[in-house]
């Protein structure tokens, strides 16, 4: 089955403790992508990614890391973890790019205490 | 700089009422505007995007770029059309980055 798989689904972690939420897509999709959603705020764009190597900031970078080493694959990082990290975390990938239409995985609900 | 503004956190229609979600964008070059929809205990879903001018489940959406809107409408709400609505805007020729509105939420009334 076609789909973006995230894990761990929910984690409680404390503040400065490093952590790794995994992004796995098997679709070949060259685009993926990280977005955080808060209440109010709707869904933010952390980290984007066009392929293999490449990554770039999207509008709320701040606190975390990503790294494109396999085309599947998309980790994001929060090497310090704060409480202002707490939210829903949305991976998703699409083909060719941004203009087309992004498959999202699951959600990843964060706890920072 | 790039900014999505969709006006109503909530939104309620009878069943069988038409439907309308604003969606208000900023943008200095050329836009490609996107809906999003989220179901109860779904994953978030394209929903339509204006570059395939297409109807999806009864919705449409047209890009007026002289109110710089991208309302969607459907003329006769169900109630299976209750969920989060994310109005989305990306550039085209620059990133490709793309920001998403804070989101609608759409509840039928029976």
């Known amino acids: 089955e076609a789909q973006v798989t995230q894990n761990p689904r929910y984690l409680i972690t404390v503040t400065g403790k490093k952590l790794t939420v995994t992004c796995s897509q098997n679709m070949n999709h060259e685009y993926m992508s990280w977005y955080r959603q808060d209440p109010g705020l709707g869904l933010r764009q952390i980290y984007y990614s066009m392929n293999v190597e490449v990554t770039d900031k999207g509008d709320v970078p701040e606190g975390y890391k990503v790294s494109r080493k396999e085309k599947r694959n998309f980790p994001l990082i929060l090497e310090s973890p704060s409480p202002n990290q707490t939210s829903l975390y949305f991976c998703?990938?699409?083909?060719?790019?941004?203009?087309?239409?992004?498959?999202f995985g699951p959600g990843t609900r964060l706890t920072v205490l | 700089a790039q900014r999505v503004t969709q006006p109503e956190k909530l939104l309620s229609v009878f069943k069988g009422a038409p439907v309308e979600l604003k969606c208000n964008y900023s943008y200095s070059g050329s836009p490609e505007l996107f809906w999003y929809v989220q179901y109860s205990r779904q994953r978030l879903q394209l929903l339509l995007r204006h570059i395939s001018r297409e109807s999806i489940k009864g919705f449409t959406a047209d890009l007026n770029k002289g109110e710089t809107s991208f309302h969607l409408k459907k003329p006769f709400a169900q109630e299976e059309d209750s969920a989060m609505y994310y109005c989305a805007l990306s550039g085209r020729g620059g990133d490709d980055k793309i920001i998403f509105g804070k989101g609608t939420r759409l509840h039928i009334l029976p």
């Open positions: 998703a990938s699409s083909f060719g790019g941004v203009f087309n239409e992004q498959f």
